[in-house]
């Protein structure tokens, strides 16, 4: 039997050109990941996790090589279709958060579903659903300055689950929050992947996310030193 691969990269390659300087920050990645998976890229500040969580979703275009996501050849895409195929399957988390300060956390949410189309009705039970799993559901109304910078990353996760999406991509998404905090957001984030059954990628330097995750990729200037081809899941 075979697990079906969520991401699949080949001898990815990024270079970075300001003026005549050439910044190799992917010197050809090799990964599979199977689906379901909560992996964690690491490595020092520098080593290229943000460029590879950028072109695994189709935020950056890589200078060589292939990126498929369940299946799907990224490199055929157009910009448009690039931005269809993102708000439909990739759900992206950062560090700062990243939410519209005038709207509350439910709107916030919803806003995302409005963009993608989403009919009114199904826009507000996903908005409440998700709001929901965060366990935000009474913090609706509040706006972002109303709420701890935890409460703030967990309408980003909201916001970020709401289209429900197969692939989640977090950029350091605990990089601003205190140790306490972090450790709910990670146990939020192991949680997320068994109920939606996505497959979330974390880029992190922090030691702490290592307990959390199935799978730790180690990135070393633009190269990976820990294996590439992840073993299947136990329970498939
Ligand atoms: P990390 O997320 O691990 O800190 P990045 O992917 O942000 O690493 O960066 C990898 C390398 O690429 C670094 O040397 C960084 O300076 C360089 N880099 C990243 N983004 C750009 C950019 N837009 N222009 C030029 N160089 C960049
Ligand atoms: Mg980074």
Redesign the pocket.
Known sequence: MTTALAIQARQLQRI?Q?GTLK?H?LRGVDLDVPAGRFVAVK??????????LNCLGGLDQPTGGLVQVYGRSLAGLNDRQLTLWRQKEVGFIFQSFGLLPTLSAYENVELMLRIAGFPRQQRRDRARRCLELVGLDKWANHRPYELSGGQQQRVAIARALANQPRLILADEATGELDTETTHDILNLFRRIVQEEEVTMLL?SHDPLVDEYVDEVIL?ED?RIKSPAVLAPNPSC
């Open positions: 970075y300001t910044v920050a490595g020092r500040s520098g080593s290229g996790k943000t460029t590879l880029a990135l633009g």
